[in-house]
């Protein structure tokens, strides 16, 4: 994202939320950075605008709720699998509702291009009861930006802004346009009946919560974020987000109803709609959510076959969802495998666990890739953290001979992310063979682009701040063998302290620690900027 931005430019639409969040008067920007969404704090960052890195997306969502239970106008960012991590938030936040504003990011990723699932995210706008834009390119991105600020600040709730992989990567023109909301104000009035969720208070803002979606959806039915594009009566199309864009080349002879804002739905609308067409489509990537949806309330519409559920659609997928080709697709043409790079540092740590034949459970991180050949030394990836809880468990019930082999592997990173609690758990039920975790410290959140977190002692906008000690850390939980591995360290030294660890009833931290290649450059430098000068 460039520093300054004109009034028309080529931007993706992650670049285009950050401008909208600079424009939108944001007063502060928190997420974890996670492909595709990190562009967007990255780019307010650079845009000067305020944005961090939280530890993880809980603890970034709580952090702009507390923001905008102050009055400001707060965004929280992060990929689909974080909503999973910010989940208990924000159920309860749409009780407490906000005093300024408060817009969370999803960045679904169909097809799974750097996910370990396909989950579908407009079910938590369901679940949790908060209105849901969906965007479907960088000038929708943008404008949408606003008009979830104005609902936010309108009602009182947390609206749910869902983009994809396609929405937030693929770069279309972006016009400024001539938005103007009024300054927030800022300040904290009590209201403890909101904002305590014991039961007695709980109750009746569930109720309020209603009364507020019943209104959404109200004024949804003639929301300028719906739009009615007319065509021929034979076929009419009722679709939202990137689908939006294939149908139209897919099928531009149809009627199209495009939703702006798919939850709540404006199902008079789409009733509307669906009478004036002979066949209503709904087409969408995905779950069948909207197709659910509309048949719930009574509206007919085909949907796609379950082959389409997988993958990202296509204009040529769509052509062949509204001619109810099931026949089998042709197969993707091969593409590279993704590999540790080469002269990674995390080469050295999956060579010792392949020669040693050990049961790894392991995390989600570059890391993940010592699943692949050469090294096949990984046994288990499940999400941020699982690692240590899912080698603990395999440790308390195998026979002792191989719960000697298990070890947990996890990047500093994910580390900070969720791997504190279960340190907690090892030291809290130690199993009786002891246990190894291993920290690969590569000093960044390498697959992510390169981020900064609380590890390595610098803010988002570069700023040196407080170092977390995963060594101190460790010893203070009460693990009794911590050790540091550095640059220096050989496989064999690796390799010696494996065996040692493996064979005792301790429990054992490892930190094996070795910059990233593409990161190295930048620690440098930091490192020698940190250096006193030398004295006169």
């Given at each position: 994202?460039?520093?300054?931005?004109?009034?028309?430019?080529?931007?993706?639409?992650?670049?285009?939320?950050?401008?909208?969040?600079?424009?939108?008067?944001?007063?502060?920007?928190?997420?974890?950075?996670?492909?595709?969404?990190?562009?967007?704090?990255?780019?307010?960052?650079?845009?000067?605008?305020?944005?961090?890195?939280?530890?993880?997306?809980?603890?970034?969502l709580e952090v702009a709720l507390g923001a905008a239970f102050g009055g400001a106008r707060a965004l929280a960012t992060m990929k689909h699998v974080g909503l999973n991590v910010a989940a208990d938030p924000l159920f309860t936040a749409a009780y407490t509702g906000v005093a300024g504003a408060l817009v969370v990011v999803t960045a679904d990723d169909p097809g799974m291009s750097s996910s370990q699932n396909e989950q579908d995210n407009r079910r938590y706008a369901l679940a949790a009861g908060v209105p849901m834009l969906e965007p479907s390119d960088a000038q929708e991105a943008y404008d949408f930006l606003f008009s979830a600020i104005e609902i936010s600040e309108r009602w009182k709730i947390p609206v749910l802004f869902r983009m994809t992989t396609r929405v937030c990567h693929s770069k279309s023109i972006l016009k400024r346009s001539a938005h103007s909301l009024p300054p927030p104000r800022l300040g904290f009035e009590h209201d403890r009946r909101a904002r305590v969720m014991v039961p007695g208070n709980a109750r009746p803002a569930h109720r309020r919560l209603r009364a507020k979606l019943a209104e959404i959806a109200e004024w949804n039915e003639t929301?300028?974020?719906?739009?009615?594009?007319?065509?021929?009566?034979?076929?009419?199309?009722?679709?939202?987000?990137?689908?939006?864009?294939?149908?139209?080349?897919?099928?531009?002879?149809?009627?199209?109803l495009k939703l702006g804002m798919t939850y709540p739905p404006p199902l008079g609308k789409v009733r509307a709609f669906a009478q004036s067409v002979k066949r209503l489509v709904a087409v969408e990537e995905g779950d069948p959510y909207l197709v659910e949806s509309l048949r719930t309330a009574g509206i007919p519409v085909e949907g796609k076959a379950e082959m389409y559920r997988f993958d990202e659609l296509t204009v040529g997928r769509v052509r062949r969802i509204l001619a109810g080709d099931v026949s089998p697709e042709p197969a993707p043409l091969p593409g590279k495998p993704p590999a540790l790079c080469v002269g990674c540092p995390h080469r050295r740590t999956f060579e010792v666990l392949s020669k040693m034949d050990l049961t790894v459970s392991g995390d989600i991180g570059c890391y993940t890739l010592g699943v692949l050949p050469p090294f096949n030394a990984m046994d288990s990836c499940v999400c941020m953290g699982a690692s240590i809880g899912v080698g603990l468990g395999l440790r308390h019930v195998l026979p002792e001979e191989q719960a000697r082999r298990v070890v947990s592997v996890i990047g500093d990173s994910t580390f900070v992310h969720s791997g504190l609690t279960g340190l907690a758990e090892m030291v809290y039920n130690p199993p009786k063979t002891g246990h190894v975790v291993i920290i690969l410290d590569n000093g960044t959140t390498a697959m992510t682009g390169l981020q900064d977190h609380p590890g390595t002692g610098y803010t988002l906008g570069d700023a040196p701040t407080t170092?977390?000690?995963?060594?101190?850390?460790?010893?203070?939980?009460?693990?009794?063998?911590?050790?540091?591995?550095?640059?220096?360290?050989?496989?064999?030294?690796?390799?010696n302290l494996l065996r040692a660890s493996l064979a005792s009833n301790d429990l054992t931290l490892i930190v094996v620690r070795n910059p990233c290649l593409l990161a190295a450059r930048k620690i440098n430098e930091r490192a020698k900027a940190a250096q006193p000068a030398p004295a006169a």
């Open positions: 994202m460039p520093k300054k931005y004109s009034e028309r430019m080529l931007v993706s639409g992650d670049e285009a939320v950050a401008a909208a969040a600079l424009d939108c008067g944001i007063g502060l920007g928190a997420g974890y950075p996670g492909t595709p969404s990190s562009e967007i704090l990255e780019g307010l960052s650079a845009l000067g605008g305020p944005a961090e890195w939280a530890p993880n997306e809980k603890v970034a929301s300028p974020l719906n739009t009615l594009i007319e065509g021929g009566k034979e076929l009419g199309i009722v679709t939202s987000g990137v689908s939006f864009l294939h149908v139209r080349e897919a099928a531009p002879e149809a009627s199209v170092r977390m000690n995963f060594e101190a850390v460790g010893s203070a939980m009460g693990i009794p063998k911590v050790h540091t591995l550095g640059q220096k360290t050989t496989t064999e030294d690796l390799e």
